[in-house]
DNA sequence: CTGAAAGCGCTTACAG
DNA sequence: CTGAAAGCGCTTACAG
């Protein structure tokens, strides 16, 4: 490995010099400048990152950490792309990403925090000691997607749930539906929760009573839960008309289960998801949903983060506008 | 922060002691042990993997290099699970994952060179080199699922890409098909090329001559791809009954292509996919198709890299195995 | 503008 | 078994 201590050799100067000119700080005259970077050039010098975040204190390294009930995290289309954009954004800024989704985060945290790196992003359900744990640590969060509880005193970045869910109900009811199914995520988790309650007021304004029965609870928001809800809400007493499904996972769980009764989609029963993933523009009947912006989500995360180790200390609560896609579905 | 400094001041001995006894290396008493593990204890002591790192020139963390002309590769399903299974089996053992997926991989190579990676997992389409970079650089490399170029003294894994394709064309051939349309990935993918070769091998030995007219090549193997390929192979003089897609998003664009000119799929023309991704099973008509094995890809590849780390040169070809999942578009 | 020196937090021979 | 010392490759005051 090439070192300063070659470079000045090779150049005639000290390291305390060659270290001013490729760190571009301090002073140095032009003449010692060109002869260190030639040499360097000529040695292909790479400095040696560890050696001076020593020093620094700092990285460049942000860890992504990933944390829910399903798992692995990382390989669900909604998250990947969130991966995959803070990725991109992170690098853009300088920053390089190490990802992390322990089937149980409790392992991961010691090993994330011996990894020096400069801040994390938590995205899934974040539980509130994961987070205390990093602040204790001095290490900069910010949270992704969903929160289990929302008092933290750190930024993060979620979709406009409420609203999201909100124009979905409204545009059901304005097709005439008047009893619409709510398929509701895990229980403890807040976006689905904002979700529901969008759910609520949208019937509220409308003047149609709130029944109970109509929501159906799932702690795994995949294809069998949607199924399972959907098979619980058409063998209601009084079935609803079109389902409102916390995620696309679950309404195409949902259009499936009710497709193999027999049903029609949307002629007996509409669907909307929540996400607008992939695959919901390409399944048959393609899927009437809210869209969240996965790409904008890692982008601010990243964004926020930054912020955040440049010295910043506003905590900032950015909610995505979503927007309602509606296709055949409905 | 808490340093070997402090807890040697706190127990009474010295650095090189409480080094000794913290790396579990050479020689102490059990009585320096005791009082050094306590006071470590008591402060919350967290080593600092970067000096550590500096010495035993070993960061235990491991590059995952996505490179390919979709992008950004990793929110793909096929390489999510493959991330997510490596970023599963280098946790268990003892390392860490930084995922590099720039769009430009030339843009990233100083960066993760300047890493202090102790090696790299290059997924997707490997271009020789860039693995001569790394070579150069002495870091240990590990090749997952294309290559360009074949002939690298590197370990790789792979599937059996032409055994697969074998088997799905035998498989259409038993059905009763005799001509067989082909849907070709990027020219210079040797996956879709061994691919290729399956399907002639196929086709050989039951003596069924090969037209190129029924081979159409795709250079972006997604939905659209797909159906764009479709669109060729059925309005061509004497179509196919059948068609293998190259992976199973085109087989799917293809699928899509067919049920919209009004034909139906198996009925006038049967499908089959590769890659056997999550969707493949939701969609409707679910994909015959033949299934590779993400997980095992993204662990074998972390294994063979920790072997070159613990100082094995050998150079393994690992081949896995796939299997043929036959259900309705056939 | 420049170099010697101290130091980041650890590991590793080495002498006792 | 133990401690002093050197060193990993860099950065950063500081004196000249």
């Not at 700080?25 to 003449?31: A, L, P, V």
């Not at 994390?120 to 992704?144: H, M, S, T, W």
């Not at 497709?259 to 007996?268: F, I, M, R, T, Y």
């Amino acid at each position: 490995m090439v070192t300063i201590k070659d470079i000045a050799r090779l150049s005639g100067v000290s390291k305390s010099t060659v270290a001013r000119i490729l760190s571009n700080s301090g002073s140095y005259s032009n003449e010692s400048k060109e002869k260190v970077l030639k040499v360097a050039k000529e040695l292909n010098y790479k400095p040696n990152t560890l050696a001076r975040a020593m020093i620094t204190k700092k990285t460049n390294n942000i860890g992504f950490v990933l944390h829910s009930r399903i798992h692995p995290l990382i390989s669900h289309p909604f998250f990947a792309s969130i991966v995959a954009s803070a990725v991109g954004a992170a690098t853009r800024q300088g920053y390089s990403i190490m990802v992390f989704n322990d089937k149980d985060i409790q392992n991961s945290l010691e090993n994330i925090q011996q990894k020096k790196l400069d801040g994390i992003i938590l995205a899934g359900y974040v539980d509130k000691r994961i987070v205390q744990e990093f602040k204790a640590n001095d290490i900069p969060v910010v949270l992704v997607n969903d929160l289990i509880d929302i008092k933290f005193e750190t930024s993060y970045v979620i979709n406009d749930d409420f609203d999201g869910c909100f124009q979905a109900i409204n545009y059901l009811l304005d097709l005439g539906h008047k009893t619409i199914g709510f398929i509701h995520g895990p229980k403890d988790s807040q976006s689905y929760h904002a979700r529901f309650l969008g759910y609520r007021e949208a019937l509220k304004l409308r003047q149609i009573e709130y029944d109970g029965k109509y929501v159906v609870f799932q702690d795994v928001p995949n294809i069998e839960g949607g199924m399972n809800a959907a098979k619980q809400l058409i063998t209601a007493e009084k079935p609803p008309t079109a389902i409102f499904a916390g995620n696309d996972m679950m309404a195409i769980g949902a259009i499936k289960e009710i497709k193999s009764q027999g049903l029609q989609v949307p002629g007996d029963m509409a669907i909307v998801g929540f996400d607008d993933i992939e695959f919901s523009s390409i399944y048959e009947p393609s899927l009437t949903t809210v869209r969240t912006d996965r790409k904008l989500m890692g982008e601010i995360a990243v964004q926020e983060l930054i912020k955040q180790l440049d010295g910043s200390d506003e905590v900032n609560v950015i909610k995505l506008p979503t927007e309602l896609i509606i296709r055949e579905s409905t």
